[in-house]
């Protein structure tokens, strides 16, 4: 067994929790691993009871939080959802793609920097809200989103 496929079983058998599912198995390795490797769909399928590899991808692309490729060393998440729409999110959402040369989500040229939608980052009292390696900045502003990608990178 090679190594990416033993780190991803031992992600899934490390769960805390008494029952597995293809959900849990699926977020433990991306925990774990910052992305979900291919190699996950048969590890999670011979993991979980009664699942097929079908059954594990239906599941993984389903939800867009998975990430299927390695991050960035620099993740940036910016709040589209209602609340952080209001407080305007939208001018936070193209200063970002300025600052970073891009036109959507996706990695900057140099793969430094990967900027993701979030459609609720779960601290709407302080919309606009903004993730930058995990880090929740709220009220942010287009100065103090140009700081934190310039700390951070
Ligand atoms: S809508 Fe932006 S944090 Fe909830």
Redesign the pocket.
Known sequence: MDVLTTAILEAVRNQEQPTKTVLSSLLAIQDAMGYIPKQSMEVVASEVPDTTVNDVWSVASFYPNFKFEPRSECTVEI???????IAG?MGIFDEALNLLGLQSEGKTSDGSVELDF???????A????ISVNHHLIGRVTKNSLKDAIEKSN
């Open positions: 709040c589209w959802g209602p609340t952080c729409h999110a979030n459609t609720c980052l779960g601290a709407c302080q919309a606009p809200v």
